[in-house]
């Protein structure tokens, strides 16, 4: 089995900047692919972000340029450093991963509990 914590989300004014964290935690091999997804009121999840094992990095085109996403193998840690907010970005961030444990020996899609982020205009 395995976790993922997220944090980092809040309050913040138009044109600002946060940056959001999600360590993965238990019995874990190796992690895949990592990414965020966000989930505004009334709106389907979307994916805004998504880099593999190896770096590669994708993202959606209304974040291109603002948001980068990275992640750290050691710490089992994805980043989004989310600049030059605007409102339409306000959503609950989700994390996700696809994560090898060894108890029980899988191969599953894990989500965080999401973070909410809220930019005002």
């Known amino acids: 089995q395995a976790q993922l914590a997220e944090s980092g989300g809040g309050l913040v004014q138009a044109g600002g900047t946060l940056r959001l964290s999600c360590t993965a935690s238990?019995?874990?091999?190796?992690?895949?692919?990592m990414a965020w997804y966000r989930q505004a009121p009334g709106k389907q999840r979307e994916l805004v972000a998504h880099?593999?094992?190896?770096?590669?990095?994708s993202y959606t085109n209304s974040v291109e340029g603002r948001f980068t996403i990275s992640r750290d193998n050691a710490k089992y840690t994805v980043y989004l450093q989310m600049n030059s907010l605007r409102p339409e970005d306000t959503a609950v961030y989700y994390c996700?991963?696809?994560?090898?444990?060894?108890?029980?020996?899988?191969?599953?899609?894990?989500w965080g509990q999401g973070t909410q982020v809220t930019v005002s205009s």
């Open positions: 880099i593999t094992s190896s770096g590669s990095t």
């Open positions: 996700n991963a696809v994560i090898r444990t060894i108890i029980p020996m899988s191969l599953t899609n894990y």
């Open positions: 238990g019995s874990i091999s190796s992690i895949l692919t």
